[in-house]
């Protein structure tokens, strides 16, 4: 077992901009703990790649954030978590902590919609594995997922993030859901928090909407504090990389963090 220690990074990856809504999170609950951010945006969105192919980015991405030895590496996408995570934990062993952003999110739905039904929206990668059906039926807490593949959205999100546009694809994605008497909506991908205030608006604040940002933000420092790696004398340094620069990713990670953030190109497909 290799012996890790507090001041170590956690490390985030996702095709973009959407594991920023977890890095945030975590930033804001771990303000001591330093990051390691990778942005595949060389090959953003992952949710309408083959599960092959998204194992091949996510392990390649897995090696780097182990040369930066990192204590913690965090999938932060649900088409990479639902794709790659046993593959990644298998190569990762003892390296680093290893962890996806849906078990976080099926154990806080076990604890607090139990017999609720409840809408998904997330990429076509992530529906068609029925990942959460799956999950959730394995808690028997008699759940009802009604599904919904919101295929462009991200992409969307990556390019506009909030501009109007992403309203009319909203309408077209939430309409089928909108008379399905829900309790509750989950964004299963994280980009789709970018937009929450358009979904809660559309649903007339009449649903709840289940961001997982939070949710897995705090399952990190639960996680943390049962290995004895919670970082409390550091000072939160921040270090972005990104496959391909683009704007609206460095236009992301100002409107998160609030700062100007240094990208730095990491070339990784080279």
């Given at each position: 077992?290799?012996k ?12 973009g ?12 609950q ?8 990778f942005?595949?945006t ?6 309408d790649?083959?599960a092959?192919?998204i ?33 990644i ?14 078990d976080?999110?099926?154990?806080h ?17 992530t529906?068609?594995?029925n ?7 394995d ?13 462009l ?7 506009f ?48 909407i289940?961001?997982?940002s ?5 399952a ?12 409390t ?9 990104v ?20 990208l ?7």
């Open positions: 077992m290799i890790h220690i507090p001041s170590q990074p956690i490390g985030i990856f996702d095709s901009i959407g594991g920023l809504t977890v890095a945030h999170a975590i930033v804001k771990l303000p001591k703990e330093n990051i390691i951010y942005g595949d060389a090959h953003l969105p992952y949710g790649k083959s092959a192919t194992q091949a980015y996510s392990i390649k991405i897995a090696h780097m954030l182990l040369q930066q030895e990192c204590k913690l590496i965090l999938i932060a996408c649900n088409s990479a978590s639902t794709a790659a995570f046993e593959l934990k298998e190569y990762v062993g003892t390296k680093a902590i290893v962890m996806n952003v849906i976080p999110l099926v154990h739905l076990r604890d607090h919609y139990s017999h609720k039904h409840l809408g998904l929206i997330a990429t076509r990668q529906v068609n594995s990942v959460y059906k799956k999950k959730i039926d808690v028997n807490r008699g759940i009802k997922i009604t599904s919904q593949a919101t295929n959205l991200a992409s969307a999100i990556e390019e993030q909030n501009n109007p546009v992403i309203d009319s694809l909203l309408k077209e994605y939430l309409t089928p859901l909108k008379n399905k008497d829900l309790d509750a909506l989950i964004l299963a991908c994280t980009h789709y928090p970018v937009v929450k205030n358009k979904i809660v608006d559309f649903f007339e604040n009449k649903i709840d289940i961001d997982p939070d949710i897995v933000a705090h990190v420092k639960t996680k943390l504090e049962n290995h004895d790696l919670l970082n004398n550091g000072n939160s340094n921040k270090h972005f990389y496959s391909d620069y683009t704007e609206s990713f460095a236009a992301g990670t100002k409107i998160f963090f609030e700062e100007d953030i240094a730095e190109h990491y070339p990784l497909w080279e």
